[in-house]
């Protein structure tokens, strides 16, 4: 007689919550055969119902507590593979946040389900319903029928949203319990297609159908829409509904009619909510000698190391060097990623790499609706999609069999997350994403970050160079326009001056375009008190309010309050201010004064909202139906135009006076990008730059397109500093309503780090702009030697002090966020 074991198994499940761990639920032996890791599995936490995923599974009961079974399992295989939860339990890790933070932010919201409220028929209460009230009667009579109701079918029966106190007297009456039940929220887009009945497919029948019908005959328009599905047929291959009818102008009544009489018949089936063009692989340039030795240089790179560096100038030609290196990974059936800092950049890209691998590239960001991200999220789990293109959460794409990433402007500040949590790098955790595929990481950019330089020169990265323009084109000339010599003429800080005005007129007259560049959006940054200088600020955040124009409006950009235009001073009630400095909206207007018969456009975004946009004014530009194009950081990120020949920087004042150590790097990369946007064909690009202080080190470098003289003068500063490259830095900032609360916390954080780490803190003390969302602001930083063991050493002691301060009754309401490599 054989002995029966009962298997126990036990589940670390992720649920997208920030919690301190991940917790373990029991899987019941019904859904063992379906538990696995990367599976949505159906959990109770606090009463409350969650979609998690199996991240491991041991027969291990945990000792300390009694584990709670697992409801459901909701996949048949997993919708993740090992490798995402790796790579979400490295960024958890890494950038000091909870796993659950990260399948927030990973995963497509359909996946995460939503919980809704099902009221079940108590069996044991019987039939007698004669206490009832009529709206109570109504409900258990439905619940008697149907056993179980949801909460959208009370308020239908009752004709009544506000149903909950009568939900309460059944619940304490003891007619029903009331339960949650995850509900699956992404719906396939199905189109009715329209087919021709079996019977007509042979020419015979279909001939005797047309001339020998009389009834056919008879229905005129039924005969017109019969002939104009037969055209769509024969031109287009398969005819949907709404397309037959718009084509023929037909009704849905004559449509009816042609069914009803067995010759056409309506079939309804799941489609894809993007379109995609045909699969085909056609590459029909060829590279330059340059491009080629790149390229070969890479592949050379890519046998001893997995990350390489592409050091392009702009307008190089390192898209081209890109496609040739996608077009051999997926010869060998490999996925490649193709990351981009901003949507922005997506519209133009995506283009050129559909010319020439057309079906089998997707893309994928936060502007396509959460339907459209699960349908593209499957189409890369199944291997369907070989390219995608996208933004920094195309990251988290579930890739089978991924070779290649490509992180272009690798240097962009926009591949960090801020907020909320996983505040991770895009270009950092694509590394080690790639890792774990043994695949290969390309980082390119005109101005690489100082950190990529110094781990490419240092031998941690391969490195190559295209040191010069495609087509041998000169990169543009820089001129130098002193503001301070306009300025003694002028009392407002100037917008246009003449030099650059005249460089406008010229560049127009000849049939060509212009870019100018201002990192500010609105009408006016501020406005000012003439009498006693008083400010309009925020009432949430520490912060002068802008002026837009086209609003009407004031602006806070910090919390994105909106508040009427002031016309008396709250101070000494005057009623005459000045506007100061000036915002993209004032640009536009001041060059439609100037140059009435251009066509001028802005690019900031406030002007390009939705999800085609940015598309739309980047095809109008393309087209030359846009003369002069005003942006803020917007025009500078790799969109190519080949009939730009000027480039404006308004105000390059604001890009050099930023108090960060990076503003050095920043004002260079920006004002390399910008002007690496002029002269991309044909004639020589120019650049024209106005700031008042001449003399910044910064602009001589720009001046010269000399990266490396520039990245050596940064080097020997952070070196000097210990800053990045040569220490990591976290940033920890407290928040807070009070602000005497916040500055307590912080510097009890402060003091029980010292012990170990007093060497390495700066602060705590306010960031420059102290309140933002009525929340005070407090900033600790730490500057750590790149040693592993001292990094991981202060990550832990940030989380014990967390811990302990959040266990201090009058610092539990303070918010702490770590921000491990702060950018």
């Not at 329209?194 to 008879?218: F, M, V």
């Not at 700031?691 to 952070?718: G, I």
């Not at 730490?782 to 050493?793: F, S, V």
Request: aromatic share 10%.
């Amino acid at each position: 007689m054989g002995l029966y074991y009962q298997i126990h198994l036990f589940a670390e499940i992720i649920i997208p919550l920030a919690l301190p761990k991940n917790y373990t639920w029991q899987v019941p032996e019904t859904l063992l055969a379906a538990a696995k890791p990367g599976c949505r599995v159906e959990v109770s936490l606090k009463n409350k119902k969650y979609a998690g995923i199996i991240k491991h599974m041991d027969t291990e009961k945990p000792s300390a507590f009694e584990p709670k079974p697992v409801l459901n399992v909701l996949d048949a295989e997993p919708v993740i593979f090992a490798q995402q939860l790796k790579l979400w339990e490295w960024i958890a890790h890494y950038y000091l946040c909870s796993e659950g933070e990260v399948m927030a932010a990973a995963m497509p919201a359909h996946f995460k389900l939503s919980s809704e409220t099902i009221l079940e028929f108590n069996e044991e209460y019987g039939e007698d319903f004669s206490s009832l009230d009529h709206n109570e009667y109504l409900v258990a009579e439905a619940m008697l029928i149907k056993k179980e109701l949801k909460l959208a079918e009370v308020q239908q029966l009752l004709d009544s949203s506000h149903v909950y106190p009568v939900i309460k007297r059944l619940i304490e009456k003891k007619i029903c319990f009331v339960w949650e039940a995850l509900k699956e929220t992404y719906t396939p887009k199905k189109e009715t297609f329209i087919l021709l009945n079996a019977e007509y497919d042979s020419e015979e029948n279909l001939s005797r159908l047309l001339n020998e019908d009389k009834k056919l005959h008879r229905a005129e328009k039924q005969m017109e829409l019969l002939l104009s599905y037969l055209h769509l047929a024969k031109t287009q291959g398969e005819v949907t509904k709404s397309g037959l009818l718009k084509k023929s102008g037909a009704t849905d009544a004559q449509l009816k009619g042609l069914i009803d009489k067995n010759i056409l018949r309506a079939e309804k089936r799941v489609i894809d909510r993007l379109k995609y063009l045909p699969r085909n692989v056609q590459i029909d340039f060829e590279l330059t000698a340059l491009q080629t030795g790149c390229l070969q240089e890479i592949f050379q790179s890519f046998t001893d190391k997995h990350v390489c560096l592409l050091h392009g100038v702009t307008s190089s030609g390192k898209t081209l060097v890109y496609i040739r290196l996608i077009e051999e990974f997926i010869k060998q059936g490999r996925q490649v990623l193709y990351l981009l800092p901003e949507i922005a950049l997506t519209s133009q890209i995506i283009r050129r790499l559909q010319k020439h691998f057309g079906g089998y590239i997707g893309i994928y960001h936060s502007k396509f609706s959460q339907n459209e991200r699960l349908e593209i999220w499957n189409k890369i789990k199944t291997g369907e999609l070989k390219i995608v293109l996208g933004a920094r959460s195309s990251l988290f794409l579930p890739f089978k069999e991924l070779g290649l990433i490509i992180v272009d402007e690798e240097h962009d500040a926009s591949y960090k997350q801020q907020a909320p949590a996983p505040r991770y790098h895009a270009r950092d955790a694509a590394v080690y994403y790639a890792s774990l595929f043994n695949a290969k990481v390309l980082l390119g950019s005109a101005t690489p970050s100082v950190e990529s330089y110094y781990n490419a020169t240092t031998g941690k990265y391969g490195l190559t160079a295209l040191n010069e323009r495609f087509g041998n084109m000169s990169l543009p000339e820089i001129e130098i326009i002193d503001t301070k010599q306009i300025l003694k003429k002028e009392k407002d800080k100037i917008i246009i001056s003449p030099q650059l005005q005249e460089a406008i007129a010229i560049s127009l007259e000849r049939n060509k375009q212009v870019i100018l560049f201002q990192n500010r959006r609105g009408y006016s940054p501020y406005q000012v008190c003439q009498v006693c200088g008083w400010i309009p600020k925020c009432r949430n955040c520490d912060v002068s309010l802008t002026y837009h124009k086209l609003l009407n409006k004031l602006q806070c950009h910090y919390c994105g309050s909106t508040y009427p235009p002031v016309n008396t001073c709250a101070a000494c009630g005057n009623h005459h201010f000045a506007q100061r400095n000036f915002g993209t909206e004032k640009i536009e207007e001041h060059l439609e004064d100037l140059f009435p018969k251009a066509r001028v456009a802005r690019m900031d975004i406030d002007s390009v909202r939705g999800k085609s946009a940015h598309d739309n004014l980047i095809q109008l530009f393309e087209q030359h139906r846009i003369d002069i194009l005003v942006g803020t950081q917007m025009v500078v990120k790799g969109l190519d135009f080949e009939n730009v020949e000027l480039v404006g920087i308004l105000d390059a004042d604001s890009i050099l006076n930023f108090a960060d150590f990076r503003v050095n790097e920043r004002a260079f990369q920006l004002m390399e990008q910008v002007s690496g946007r002029a002269g991309r064909k044909e004639a020589i690009g120019k650049v024209l730059i106005q700031v008042a202080n001449t003399k910044h080190p910064v602009l001589s470098y720009v001046q010269a397109h000399d990266y490396k003289t520039f990245f050596a003068h940064e080097l020997e500063a952070r070196q000097r500093f210990f800053y990045p490259p040569c220490s990591r830095i976290i940033l920890v900032t407290f928040k807070h309503k009070l602000k005497d609360l916040v500055e307590s916390a912080a510097h009890a954080f402060a003091i029980g780090l010292k012990p170990g780490f007093g060497k390495y803190l700066i602060g705590p003390a306010p960031p420059l702009v102290g309140r933002v969302r009525n929340q005070y602001l407090m900033e600790l930083l730490l500057k750590l030697p790149k040693d592993g063991n001292i990094i991981n050493y202060a990550k832990r002691a940030i989380q014990q002090q967390t811990a302990i301060l959040h266990n201090d009754k009058k610092f539990r309401s303070t918010v702490i966020l770590p921000d491990v490599d702060t950018v």
